[in-house]
């Protein structure tokens, strides 16, 4: 994206993961472009605040580990292989360029991490190397154990955010039930970040689920 683009190619992983983030995007979009050119010039303003939200300068390790966090035993001799990316070239609605081209609504992507976001991004560049090795790893050891967790025997609460983006319902569902004595709370009260935006609500309902007081 540059300025005097007259169309900005969107080619973004939105990272805010917060309930406002949509909000965020709207008020970022208001002054995009500077009043008056007919050129569709952008703002400083607004290339000053992309880079800021999409860069990872302040926390390369999460771009990299990513998708790694998720790589484990039971998925060899797979790589996780920028699962992203595979799994977005799947479905053409995504495509950026095509949604340009045809004057389509440019759908957006939130916490994930692709190839040419390391290639682009100034701060992860020189990562390169590293990010493509664990992209291609495959020897990873197991995350958790299945058959220890069906024998819990530690008291354990779980939130789950009903209309969380990130995290399909019915599969956190599955998993709760696959955990001994897990106590489950669905809410649509809160989204992704509820635990950091609830104040001390959601904590202390887990912790009061944990002690049989709910």
């Not at 190619?9 to 500077?34: M, N, T």
């Not at 976001?117 to 390169?128: E, K, Q, R, S």
Request: aromatic letters at 10%; hydrophobic letters at 40%; proline letters at 7%.
């Amino acid at each position: 994206m540059t300025a005097g683009s007259a169309r900005p190619c969107w080619k973004w992983s939105w990272p805010r993961r917060a309930g406002d983030g949509s909000h965020a995007l709207h008020y970022l979009l208001e002054d995009a472009f500077l009043p008056g050119m007919p050129d569709q010039q952008l703002s400083d303003t607004f290339l000053a605040e992309v880079q800021r939200q999409l860069s990872y300068a302040g926390r390369p390790l999460y771009a990299l580990l990513q998708e790694a966090t998720y790589g484990q035993r039971a998925v060899t001799p797979h790589a996780t292989g920028w699962a992203a990316q595979r799994v977005r070239a799947e479905f053409p609605r995504f495509d950026v360029d095509r949604a340009l081209a045809g004057d389509r609504p440019v759908l957006l992507t939130g916490e994930m991490i692709y190839p040419w976001m390391v290639d682009t991004d100034p701060a992860l560049a020189p990562l390169g190397a590293v990010a493509e090795l664990l992209a291609q790893r495959t020897d990873w050891p197991d995350l958790y154990d299945p058959e220890q967790l069906a024998r819990n025997e530690v008291p354990v609460a779980a939130a789950i955010y009903h209309d969380d983006m990130y995290v399909d319902t019915d599969d956190s569902l599955v998993t709760a039930r696959a955990v001994r004595g897990l106590r489950p709370w669905v809410t649509n009260e809160y989204e992704h970040d509820g635990l950091r935006v609830s104040g001390r609500h959601v904590l202390d309902r887990l912790l009061r689920l944990v002690r049989g007081e709910i």
